[in-house]
């Protein structure tokens, strides 16, 4: 995960801003889910899927992390 934050300056110019940071930070995901199919036909399938990104580094939590929610649909033949 990169990311730059400048303080003070303007974010739209190519001149160095004197107060800005750049932050890398390497981390490892875990993605726990709980997932369910529903045949609406033989070849059409509502899905559903809940999960929890963890993203950890060092002993600790970081950013992104938190839960998503899915839904769609499967095509089989």
């Given at each position: 995960m990169k990311g730059l934050y400048i303080l003070e300056g303007n974010q739209t110019?190519?001149?160095?801003d004197p107060n800005s940071t750049f932050h890398k930070q390497p981390f490892f995901y875990?993605?726990?889910y709980v997932g369910c199919d529903y045949c609406l036909t033989q070849k059409v399938h509502l899905t559903f899927r809940?999960?929890?990104m963890l993203a950890?580094?060092?002993n600790e939590l970081v950013l992104p992390t938190g839960p998503?929610?899915?839904f769609g649909?499967?095509?089989t033949h």
């Open positions: 110019s190519w001149n160095k875990i993605t726990p809940f999960d929890w950890i580094h060092r998503r929610l899915y649909f499967m095509f």
